[in-house]
């Protein structure tokens, strides 16, 4: 079995870097995918391959890997970004493995 | 639009069973890998299941591994999860996902709640 770490809170104040790390081996192989999820809603992908950004995600929100550790940032970070950030990645693209989450407080 | 919408969750016995549904429209569902994602109450995300565009590879988390079976029906655009010996860890939204052709999740359904309790 293989894992991902994050930090459990990280809080920014409106406007200012929020950076949210994912540690685990398999990141070294594998692509990374962050997920941000609101209360009582489901998951939505912000940001896959490490640092691609799907289609109608606001520009401040980006990736970046190095080694076994992948960073989503959010530049300028707004009130609506307030959530719960999930990295997830897979061993040979089919066994998935999310990390534990990282709940995001701005204010 | 993709749309997936899950059903079937609702209130069981321990050791009993139960079977999620997920219908899928808004895009060539014969054509994507399939998952199931849960999280239990207050948790974070785990993935469950994967099977793939005709239905021959099939994938589970270790802990569901014998009890959970994933299954699709590509004629009625819907993906399935036959839950048996059901524990009260197993207590969770199920979220149905589709996953592109890079193996991302980027379509989720709304869910479906699962209660095991006596």
């Known amino acids: 079995s293989y894992e991902l770490t994050q930090p459990s809170s990280v809080s920014v104040s409106p406007g200012q870097t929020a950076r949210i790390t994912c540690s685990g081996d398999v990141l070294a192989k594998k692509y990374a995918r962050w997920f941000q999820q609101k209360p009582g809603q489901a998951p939505v992908l912000v940001i896959y391959?490490?640092?691609e950004r799907p289609s109608g995600i606001p520009e401040r929100f980006s990736g970046s890997s190095s080694g076994t550790t992948v960073t989503l940032t959010i530049s300028g970070a707004q009130v609506e970004d307030e959530a719960d950030y999930y990295c997830?990645?897979?061993?040979?693209?089919?066994?998935?493995?999310f990390g534990g989450g990282t709940k995001l407080t701005v204010l | 639009e993709v749309q997936l919408v899950e059903s079937g969750g609702g209130l069981v016995q321990p050791g009993g069973s139960l079977r999620l549904s997920c219908a899928a429209s808004g895009f060539t569902f014969s054509s994507y890998w399939m998952s199931w994602v849960r999280q239990a109450p207050g948790k974070g995300l785990e993935w469950v299941a994967n099977i793939k565009q005709d239905g021959s590879e099939k994938y589970y988390v270790d802990s569901v591994k014998g009890r959970f079976t994933i299954s699709r029906d590509n004629a009625k655009n819907s993906l399935y999860l036959q839950m048996n010996s059901l524990r009260a860890e197993d207590t969770a939204v199920y979220y149905c996902?589709?996953?592109?052709?890079?193996?991302?999740?980027?379509?989720w359904g709304q869910g479906t709640l699962v209660t095991v309790s006596s």
């Open positions: 997830y990645s897979a061993a040979d693209n089919i066994l998935g493995v």
């Open positions: 996902a589709r996953m592109n052709s890079g193996y991302d999740p980027d379509y």
């Open positions: 391959k490490d640092s």
